[in-house]
Nanobody, 115 residues
C-alpha cells in the first residue's frame, strides 16, 4: 500500500502563486507516472499535469505556461508550481501515482482563487 500526502493548497488572489506538494511513502522512481488532477464543484475530475518516470511532462491546455510539474526523487515528492492563478483554477487538487495497473490517490487539497 502507498500513502500520498498532499499539502500547499489555500486561498490566493488572482495572479498569485501556490506550490502543491505530494509526498509518497515509498521511492517514487518505482512509479510509471505521477500527476495532478483537479475537480471543481459540479465538474468531472480532469488531468492538470503529469510527469513520467523518464521525465516527460504533459499539461492541460488551460494551464500550459502557468503550471509546472516537477519531482524530487530524494524526497519522494512531486510538486505542482502554479503561477498566474485564475478564479477558474479553483478546485480540489489530487495527486495520482501509477504503478503498472495500480493507481494511488492523495486525499486532495483545496485551492481557491478569489479576490
Amino acid at each position: 500500500q502507498v500513502q500520498l500526502v498532499e499539502s500547499g493548497g489555500g486561498l490566493v488572489q488572482p495572479g498569485g502563486s501556490l506550490r502543491l506538494s505530494c509526498a509518497a511513502s515509498r521511492r517514487i522512481f518505482s512509479f510509471n507516472a505521477m500527476g495532478w488532477y483537479r475537480q471543481a464543484p459540479g465538474k468531472q475530475r480532469e488531468l492538470v499535469a503529469a510527469i513520467t518516470s523518464g521525465g516527460v511532462t504533459n499539461y492541460a491546455d488551460s494551464v500550459k505556461g502557468r503550471f509546472t510539474i516537477s519531482r524530487d526523487n530524494a524526497k519522494n515528492t512531486v510538486y505542482l508550481q502554479m503561477n498566474s492563478l485564475k478564479p477558474e483554477d479553483t478546485a480540489v487538487y489530487y495527486c495520482n501515482f501509477q504503478s503498472g495497473p495500480l493507481g494511488y490517490w492523495g486525499q486532495g487539497t483545496q485551492v481557491t482563487v478569489s479576490s
